[in-house]
């Protein structure tokens, strides 16, 4: 399977919480990222959480990492129609400079 | 926003054509990326340079030539391209660190080859 793996699609209403979760498989994951990509646009780097912590709040955004299982999840709180792209998770890994990305879920928000 | 740029935004080229794909970024960084991003597909790593120096290719067909003049500078050089080479190509940097691996990236070149 995929290293990284993340669900296709997630639709809420308009403030309501999302939650985007993500599997990987690599156990010496270092850090683990949250990109947004906007229709025609790069990706936006969210937030990241290094591997040794379990949860990260950066206002509207928590993280949490549970290592035992290699899950990561993204919860938005209040979502609003801005928050529609595609949501990318990433992990870093001890020793290799690159990234290894999800296949991207794409959040959709209904007024 | 973005202290990593890329030009041209949009690119169509034929099988034939040589075109170069340009990102530079202001961010003081010393590790440069191309990606490539297609539809099928996820975020696909190309190459890497750090200082200069390319330190990975991820087996990238050689029709695909990157050059890195400088920390800042990064040019990914096209010819004889093939329809399936259609795609975003995104480039990234990053500080050169150990603890941290945190990557910027560029709003991306669509690229179409007829």
């Known amino acids: 399977g995929e290293d990284v793996e993340q669900s296709l699609f997630l639709s809420v209403r308009e403030g309501d919480s999302s939650v985007i979760n993500c599997t990987y498989t690599?156990?010496?994951?270092?850090?683990l990222y949250w990109y947004k990509q906007e229709p025609g646009a790069g990706l936006q780097l969210l937030t990241y959480?290094?591997?040794?912590?379990d949860m990260k709040q950066d206002q509207r955004l928590t993280v949490l990492l549970n290592k035992k299982d290699k899950h990561l999840s993204l919860r938005i709180a209040d979502t609003q129609t801005g928050d529609s792209a595609i949501y990318f998770c990433?992990?870093?890994?001890?020793?290799?400079?690159?990234?290894?990305f999800g296949s991207g879920t794409r959040l959709q928000v209904q007024p | 926003e973005t202290g990593v740029t890329q030009t041209p935004r949009h690119l169509v080229m034929g099988m034939t054509n040589k075109k170069s794909l340009k990102c530079e970024q202001h961010?003081?960084?010393?590790?440069m990326y191309w990606y490539k991003q297609s539809a099928k597909k996820p975020l696909e790593l190309m190459f890497v340079?750090?200082?200069?120096?390319?330190?990975e290719n991820n087996s990238v067909p050689s029709r695909f030539s990157p050059e890195c003049p400088n920390s800042s500078h990064l040019f990914l050089h096209l010819h004889t391209l093939q329809p399936e080479d259609s795609a975003l190509y995104l480039c990234?940097?990053?500080?050169?660190?150990?603890?941290?691996?945190?990557?910027?990236f560029g709003p991306g070149t669509r690229l179409l080859v007829l």
């Open positions: 990234a940097s990053s500080r050169d660190s150990g603890t941290e691996e945190t990557q910027y």
């Open positions: 690599d156990s010496s994951s270092t850090y």
């Open positions: 959480i290094f591997s040794n912590m």
């Open positions: 990433a992990e870093s890994r001890a020793g290799r400079r690159a990234l290894t």
């Open positions: 961010l003081g960084h010393n590790a």
């Open positions: 340079y750090n200082f200069k120096e390319q330190t």
